[in-house]
């Protein structure tokens, strides 16, 4: 019986989501064909936000959704911990999962409240600096290409409430379009977050932030002068990619650095596609932080 309805559930899930994985494919994939002269990269000021989404809209059927924790919203925050989980909705049918969403999604607006405005970097900020020491590192050599960056900030938070922060680069270069996401290292826990980290806590988790975008930068430079190859099928759990519901899976692209591993895409499965959090394109993150099998 639990067969069947997963295999039920991954048939609904695979109906509904055949652009948005393809979408999310084309974000992984490098410029064709691959550049040559360099990258010089510019930070975009954030977009002016939209009106009218501050309130998260409530209903048994809402998926749970995150928000935003600056008035930029370039921040964003949303975790899955909260309800009774995927017992609750299989012993209590559709209501119980609704009930369940509402639940989580209560936490999220709790928990995202405790933590706005308690982080007092932007995503943009970090990232220039990131950009003007990798100039420094480069020289002044000119650069034949402009890479045009949307730094935002993903946050959600593991079963021991401590933060995990993944930064996201949205890139341009001319018409091709990439996004590369980057887990920094360390977890802060929520609590200490919400009652504002000290000085050195803070300096800590800025200079995380930074690095990780300084890898998001190394694996963009590296794919737009199509030099990042080697990708092999691999098994792996990824906890901080989904904290509550992480497994392992097989990817189909994966790069097993020294220090480092990437992902190009997802999985091979249009379910797990769309089931980590929405990422897509290309995600880097330190060896230590998945489980290979």
Request: hydrophobic content about 45%; some cysteine.
């Amino acid at each position: 019986m639990k067969y069947w309805l997963c295999v039920f559930v991954l048939a609904v899930a695979g109906a509904f989501v055949p652009d948005a994985v393809a979408r999310k494919l084309a974000y992984a994939m490098p410029p064709e064909p691959a550049l040559s002269g360099g990258l010089s990269f510019k930070v975009a000021e954030p977009a002016s936000p939209a009106t009218g989404e501050e309130t998260p809209k409530r209903g048994l059927l809402v998926v749970t959704q995150g928000l935003f924790l600056d008035d930029a919203r370039t921040m964003f925050y949303r975790q899955d911990f909260g309800g009774g989980g995927l017992a609750v909705g299989l012993l209590f049918g559709p209501l119980g999962a609704g009930a369940n969403a509402m639940a989580i999604q209560n936490a999220n607006e709790k928990e995202a409240e405790a933590l706005r405005g308690r982080f007092r970097f932007s995503p943009a900020g970090l990232l220039a600096k990131a950009v003007q020491s990798r100039a420094v590192a480069d020289g002044a050599n000119p650069a034949a290409n402009e890479a045009v960056l949307v730094p935002s900030l993903y946050v959600t938070r593991d079963s021991e409430e401590r933060l995990i922060f993944w930064t996201i680069l949205d890139v341009s270069i001319g018409e091709w379009r990439g996004r590369y996401s980057s887990l920094a290292q360390g977890r802060v826990p929520l609590l200490d977050a919400a009652k504002g980290l000290p000085d050195d806590q803070m300096v800590n988790l800025e200079w995380a932030i930074e690095s990780a975008y300084a890898r998001g930068l190394d694996a963009l430079a590296a794919d737009a002068s199509g030099t990042l190859t080697g990708f092999k099928p691999q098994k792996m759990d990824i906890p901080a990619l989904s904290p509550r519901f992480h497994k392992p899976v097989r990817y189909e692209h994966v790069l097993l650095q020294d220090d480092r591993v990437i992902v190009r895409g997802l999985s091979a499965t249009q379910f797990h596609a769309v089931g980590g959090f929405g990422f897509s394109g290309v995600l880097v993150m330190p060896g230590d932080a998945v489980k290979l099998r």
